[in-house]
Structures are given as structure tokens and as C-alpha cells.
T-cell receptor, first 115, second 112 residues
Framework: NAGVTQTPKFQVLKTGQSMTLQCAQD?????MSWYRQDPGMGLRLIHY???????DQGEVPNGYNVSRSTTEDFPLRLLSAAPSQTSVYFC??????????????FGAGTRLSVL | DQQVKQNSPSLSVQEGRISILNCDYT??????FLWYKKYPAEGPTFLIS?????DKNEDGRFTVFLNKSAKHLSLHIVPSQPGDSAVYFC???????????FGKGITLSVRP
């Protein structure tokens, strides 16, 4: 059971470039989310999805785009990378509101540097 | 406005002693609280949780206490082990929505 898989693990971009961070889960979870972790800031929610076709903004959505065409996948798009987006990005999923209430399972993260 | 606060950035304890990690929250609508543990270069992993209808939840060496009137929860680790050295995040949610609000985390170091 792979759980939550994030690719790539590392990425270096130049300012203005675009890229997509991939996230896939094999647990048939309804809820998926993206966080960024910065030193001294904890985990901050970027975007989340409560099911296929439904997405919403979190605390820090600017500069990021998401879509949820399938239950399994929740890609995060950086449209025009900026140095302020240098961070570690985590994807998470949960079986929303059922037996394991609100417990989110995280991927290993993508470390992104924008030069 | 930070709704979940972990005011101490770090804690160092001796192996075998108790570790107490504190967390405060400001949103009275939070009704479910979780602790996550994170090692370097890994994603956070779920440790223990507590519903607002309880004041204590225990799982092996880990116990979480909730004081709703004070909007305060704490994680107790007894006895502490070197493998417990990690960053611990407190998180909270409201209702059936899985959206989590995290604190900034506290780095625990357990000295052999």
C-alpha cells in the first residue's frame, strides 16, 4: 500500500517558470490537500478538495492552481514561480468524516527552490 | 491571526523523563485536535488525537490532555526515548470538515 505519493522529491526552478507538483493516493480518500512548510511558520494550507471536481482555497492560495479530475490525483500548479514560493510542499489525504475522523496522511514532500 | 499556537519552539529532555508539549488555540469552534510527528526529510505522521467531548486520550507512551475552558491541550510522552526526537505539530479542525489548522511546531530533543 503506497499511501500518498509525491513527485518530484526535489526541484529547482528559475523565476517565471511553471511546473506541476504531482500527488497521488491509493486509499480512495475523498479529501486531499496541499500545504507548504516554511521555517518558523508550520504547515499552511494552500488548497484543498473534498472530492473529485471540487476544490477550494486555503490560507495561502495565491500563485497556485489546483484541479481534481479523479479521486486519486490532486496536482498543484505553479503558474509563474517566484522566490517566495521556495518551500517544502506536502500533499495529504483523509477519509473525510468517517471512522478515522479528520486524520490526514501525508506524502514525503517536494522540496522546491526558486532562483 | 494564528488560531493554533505552539509558543515554545523547542524542548530538551533527558531520556526516561517526561516530555510535555503544549498547544493553545483561540477558535472555540475547534472540536477535534491532533498531534503529528515529523522527522527531517519526511512527511508528518499522525500520532494521537482527541475529540472535544473528552479531556484525555491515551495511546501507549503518549497521552493528550484537553482543557476546553482554557483552550489548551498538551501532549505527554512517558518515558521519553531518543527516537522521539522530532518536530511535533498540534492541529485542530471544526465539524466534519477535514480542513486542519496547524501550529508552528515544537522541536523535541531527547538526550541519551
Amino acid at each position: 500500500n503506497a499511501g500518498v505519493t509525491q513527485t518530484p522529491k526535489f526541484q529547482v526552478l528559475k523565476t517565471g517558470q511553471s511546473m506541476t507538483l504531482q500527488c497521488a493516493q491509493d486509499m480512495n480518500h475523498e479529501y486531499m490537500s496541499w500545504y507548504r512548510q516554511d521555517p518558523g511558520m508550520g504547515l499552511r494550507l494552500i488548497h484543498y478538495s473534498v472530492g473529485a471536481g471540487i476544490t477550494d482555497q486555503g490560507e495561502v492560495p495565491n500563485g497556485y492552481n489546483v484541479s481534481r479530475s479523479t479521486t486519486e490525483d490532486f496536482p498543484l500548479r505553479l503558474l509563474s514561480a517566484a522566490p517566495s514560493q521556495t518551500s517544502v510542499y506536502f500533499c495529504a489525504s483523509s477519509n473525510s468524516g468517517k471512522v478515522a475522523k479528520n486524520i490526514q496522511y501525508f506524502g514525503a514532500g517536494t522540496r522546491l527552490s526558486v532562483l | 491571526d494564528q488560531q493554533v499556537k505552539q509558543n515554545s519552539p523547542s524542548l530538551s529532555v533527558q531520556e526516561g523523563r517526561i516530555s510535555i508539549l503544549n498547544c493553545d488555540y483561540t477558535n472555540s469552534m475547534f472540536d477535534y485536535f491532533l498531534w503529528y510527528k515529523k522527522y527531517p526529510a519526511e512527511g508528518p505522521t499522525f500520532l494521537i488525537s482527541i475529540s472535544s467531548i473528552k479531556d484525555k486520550n491515551e495511546d501507549g507512551r503518549f497521552t493528550v490532555f484537553l482543557n476546553k475552558s482554557a483552550k489548551h491541550l498538551s501532549l505527554h510522552i512517558v518515558p521519553s526515548q531518543p527516537g522521539d526526537s522530532a518536530v511535533y505539530f498540534c492541529a485542530a479542525s471544526t465539524g466534519a470538515n477535514s480542513k486542519l489548522t496547524f501550529g508552528k511546531g515544537i522541536t523535541l530533543s531527547v538526550r541519551p
